[in-house]
């Protein structure tokens, strides 16, 4: 902290906790009250209820879940091979070729995700590509839309790593393969860790594209939502929302914890 | 690499480099260019099995790349690299059988120091028992089998020093390179590392090593030879001790060892016991000669603590100047003279008296400690 008059840090504080409290968590409070809510007419919800939660974990809303979390795994898992693979050669090709290359790798971020939605039910209306209405084309969406931040963040950690550690490994007689497995990729699983929650949790949270392309039975969380409070059941629409915050954070704090043990980096 | 058995009467140390049997280096006009700028100009260099040769030279001179060349981590625009007799200029580094220590050591953060140690094994697919045995030897010649459970983060810079040479020693590398692996020590662990290093290959006469340094004194202690580079140019190399004695040019006088080049020209070429008379300023003095005619200019290198201020028997050469400055140093004083146009400067471990500054001074040296070397400027 730079400023270090009492009444300056108090300030400076307060500042921040309004704008972290105003911007970040009032949002996220009325989205949780509403959530436990049994009627909200007023300024404040009155009423508690768990009904809204029960009727999420069933049904309909239980088979979203499911959707989300394998939509988003599968997307991150292929955006996570790709994007790795895709770093490590770019690479290898020297500095010119990977910016061009890397730079073609952000073009899908930078369009509305609407737009690429609408853009892969165009491409893959016709045979032999047809994938209309199929699950693939959703993880298909999430995966062009996320693969970009799983390529940056590999590419960032490679950019970071020494060319010491492999050259002395392959002195010592590692071939390219092993040096692969046994150095480089624990040296920068903090940021491969990274680029995968990361990815998840932009997958959880996608709407634009997979509005655009999900089929009738794999309706993600987000869509969920949408309709719900489409419909005017915000309260149902609020449970699902804490349902899909609660989901996201666990796999984020449980793979916080994963870099840690991989590179060998206690305390 | 099959597993051998150990033993047979060996010391542990000898066996770490059996298979890697003495190895030569050669260097056959090798160049290398990063990106069209020539780095390392045609390079003809070969090192002698068993041998130590320290690659020294200014920073930037092209030290690191010619140790890279060899490695294979740059390729060179021409000419070949043989290591042991077989030429490897194509070859991945994987299949050079060499070991490298850089600078900040490269231990994998991610293995403890067993696990580092056994890297080079393993990744050639060696036997279980066979690594736990040459991981043990290797970290016991460095004094580090104590240390094999803990991570490279846990050990102060010496340990990691020595940790890596072990990781290098226990694949029985044909050729050990070692870029800089003193300088990011402080001083007086460096010192004590040289002495070690100095012991290890005394243990492992057969390992050849090829030293990159900027440091003087670590070549002149540890080297059987040295190559000096200038500007990616081989510019001396020669014999530690001859190299220093008779430096073959300015450059290799300057660098190794800061010696004193006073202009002279030769006055009576013909030789007496080797030795020629050459004039500098009024003083007429006998030193070593080249073989130059009379009357031509050459550079007298004379080393600061060749120099004596009193005349001593063997001390027959005599120069005149005017001291400049006094800089007593405990041990040591060190003395700076002006001699014509040039400054002298003098190491002296024993003074009668400590001369007047601004006063004439009569500097002394032995003929056989002063060598005659061509004036041209540079190289
Ligand atoms: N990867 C590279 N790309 C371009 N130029 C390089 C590269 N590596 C080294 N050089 C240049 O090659 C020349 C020689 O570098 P090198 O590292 O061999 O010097 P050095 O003698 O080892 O110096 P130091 O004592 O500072 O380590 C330098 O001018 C350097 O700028
Ligand atoms: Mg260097």
């Keep these: 902290m730079l400023v270090w008059s009492r009444s300056g840090r108090f300030l400076v504080w307060t500042v921040a ?14 989205i949780l009250a ?25 049904g309909a809303s239980g088979d979203a879940v499911f959707a989300s979390l394998a939509t988003g795994v599968a997307a991150s898992v292929l955006a996570l091979l790709s994007g790795t693979w895709a770093a490590l050669a770019l690479r290898a090709q020297g500095p010119a070729w990977s910016r061009t290359l890397g730079i073609l790798f952000f073009v899908p971020s930078a369009v509305p995700s609407v737009s690429v939605g609408l853009g892969l039910l165009v491409a893959f209306s016709q045979r032999p590509l047809l994938l ?8 298909l969406a999430h995966f062009v839309l996320i693969s970009a931040f799983s390529f940056g963040n590999v590419s960032a950690g490679l950019a970071r790593l020494p060319p010491d550690f492999e050259e002395v490994a392959s002195c010592l007689g590692a071939r390219p393969a092993y040096r692969l497995a046994k150095v480089t990729l624990p040296l920068i699983a903090p940021y491969v860790v990274a680029a995968f929650g990361l990815s998840f949790a932009l997958s959880m949270g996608e709407l634009g594209a997979t509005v655009m392309v999900y089929p009738p039975g794999w309706v993600t969380l987000p869509v969920a939502i949408f309709g719900l409070t489409d419909r005017g059941d915000v309260f149902s629409g ?30 | 690499m099959t597993a051998a058995a150990l033993g047979d009467g060996r010391t542990a140390t000898q066996d770490l480099v059996r298979a890697g049997a003495a190895s030569t280096v050669g260097f056959d ?62 070859l991945p580094p994987y299949e050079r059988g060499l070991a490298m220590v850089v600078q900040n050591y490269a231990l994998f953060p991610h293995m403890r120091v067993a696990d580092n140690v056994a890297f080079g094994l393993r990744a050639r697919g060696a036997a279980r028992t066979l690594i736990e045995s040459r991981v043990d030897d290797a970290l016991g010649v460095v004094g580090m ?20 040479i072990a990781r290098a020693l226990a694949v029985r590398p044909r050729v050990l390179l070692l870029d800089e692996p003193l300088s990011a020590l402080d001083a007086q662990i460096r010192r004590s590392m040289v002495e070690e290093i100095a012991r290890l290959h005394a243990d492992l006469p057969d390992l050849t090593i090829l030293y ?26 020669g014999r530690t001790a001859d190299l220093y004695r008779r430096p073959p040019n300015r450059f290799a006088a300057e660098f190794l060892g800061r010696a004193n080049l006073l202009p002279v020209v030769i006055e009576d070429d013909r030789s007496v016991g080797g030795m020629v008379a050459v004039r500098a300023g009024a003083d007429r003095l006998l030193v070593a000669g080249d073989g130059a005619p009379a009357g031509t200019r050459r550079l007298l290198c004379v080393r600061p603590q060749h120099l004596t201020l009193t005349a001593e028997l063997g001390y027959s050469n005599r120069i005149g100047g005017r001291l400049r400055q006094v800089h007593w140093q405990g041990e040591l004083t060190h003395l700076v003279a002006e001699v014509g146009d040039s400054l002298v400067r003098i190491v002296a471990t024993r003074l009668p008296a400590l001369p007047e500054r601004g006063g004439a001074v009569d500097m002394f040296f032995a003929p056989g400690d002063a060598s005659l070397i061509p004036e041209e400027a540079g190289v």
């Excluded at chain 1, 404040?44 to 939660?53: K, N, V």
């Excluded at chain 2, 094999?148 to 340990?159: A, D, T």
């Excluded at chain 2, 990159?212 to 190399?237: F, P």
């Design chain 1, 238 to 267: 609020a449970a699902l929302t804490m349902i899909l915050v609660g989901v996201t954070l666990t796999l984020l704090i449980g793979l916080e914890r994963l870099p840690i043990a991989a590179a060998g980096r206690r305390g």
């Design chain 2, 29 to 90: 006009k090798v160049s290398v260019a990063y990106r069209g700028a020539v780095v390392l100009k045609p390079l003809t260099l070969e090192v002698a099995a068993g041998e130590i040769l320290a690659m020294i030279g200014p920073s930037g001179s092209g030290k690191t790349t010619a140790l890279r060349a060899v490695a294979g981590f740059v390729r060179p625009v021409s000419g070949r690299i043989r290591v042991g007799g077989t030429d490897v200029t194509d």
């Design chain 1, 34 to 58: 509403a959530s436990f809510a049994a009627q909200w007419n007023g300024a404040l919800p009155s009423g508690f209820t768990l009904e809204h939660y029960r009727a999420a974990g069933t």
């Design chain 2, 145 to 164: 089998r104590t240390f094999r459970k803990r991570y490279p983060r846990e050990l102060s810079g010496g340990q990691q020093q020595r940790v890596a």
């Design chain 1, 17 to 30: 906790a309004l704008l972290i409290g105003v911007v970040f968590l009032a949002p996220l409070a009325v």
């Design chain 1, 132 to 139: 209309n209405g199929t699950t693939a084309i959703v993880i």
């Design chain 2, 212 to 237: 990159v340094t900027h440091d003087q004194s670590e070549a002149l202690t540890l080297a059987d030879r040295i190559a000096i580079l200038k500007d990616g140019a081989l510019c001396a190399v």
